[in-house]
């Protein structure tokens, strides 16, 4: 009982500062993408627009996927902090693909056009489901 204890003590630093710098990474890369993005996201979700809701959930999911397979597949923190980064930026890429193939992508989710969000979301999930295949 004693070396599981000791083992504990050993790992549960790292497990918080892993942790800890995922959770952070995830709040940052959704303040980064709500902010670079043209519409309020925010504003329209606390307003009930479902189109809104669906987009920013397929941030959140969109980025916490990879992140969440950068830790369990990294050593350092500095891994995860590299493909953090990384992540934010191919769901930023992500979004302005489907903008420029939609046409309008922003006045689309502020009108509630719920077909749009959802094509956006399932892409964000795709680019994340492969890019979390490619962290391991």
Same mark, same amino acid.
């Given at each position: *009982?004693?070396?599981?204890? #000791?083992?504990? @003590? %050993?790992?549960?630093?790292?497990? =918080?500062?892993?942790?800890? @710098? $995922?959770?952070?990474?995830? +709040?940052?890369? +959704?303040? +980064?993408?709500?902010? =670079?993005?043209?519409?309020?996201? *925010? /504003? @329209?979700?606390?307003?009930?627009?479902?189109?809104? %809701?669906?987009?920013?959930?397929?941030?959140?999911?969109? @980025?916490?996927?990879?992140?969440?397979?950068? *830790?369990?597949?990294?050593?350092?923190?500095?891994?995860?902090?590299?493909?953090?980064?990384?992540?934010?930026?191919?769901?930023?890429?992500?979004?302005?693909?489907?903008?420029?193939?939609? /046409?309008?992508?922003?006045?689309?989710?502020?009108?509630? #056009?719920?077909?749009? %969000?959802?094509?956006?979301?399932?892409?964000?999930?795709?680019?994340?489901?492969?890019?979390?295949?490619?962290? $391991?």
């Amino acid at each position: *009982m004693e070396i599981v204890f #000791q083992s504990f @003590l %050993a790992g549960f630093p790292v497990f =918080i500062a892993h942790f800890a @710098l $995922t959770v952070s990474l995830l +709040v940052a890369g +959704v303040a +980064v993408y709500v902010t =670079i993005t043209p519409h309020q996201e *925010m /504003r @329209l979700v606390r307003e009930g627009n479902t189109a809104a %809701a669906i987009s920013l959930g397929g941030v959140v999911l969109g @980025l916490g996927l990879p992140l969440a397979v950068s *830790m369990a597949n990294s050593v350092t923190v500095f891994d995860i902090l590299i493909w953090g980064v990384v992540s934010l930026a191919l769901q930023l890429g992500t979004f302005f693909a489907i903008d420029f193939l939609l /046409r309008g992508l922003p006045k689309r989710i502020e009108e509630g #056009q719920v077909a749009s %969000a959802i094509f956006l979301a399932g892409s964000k999930l795709t680019v994340a489901i492969i890019t979390a295949a490619a962290l $391991t």
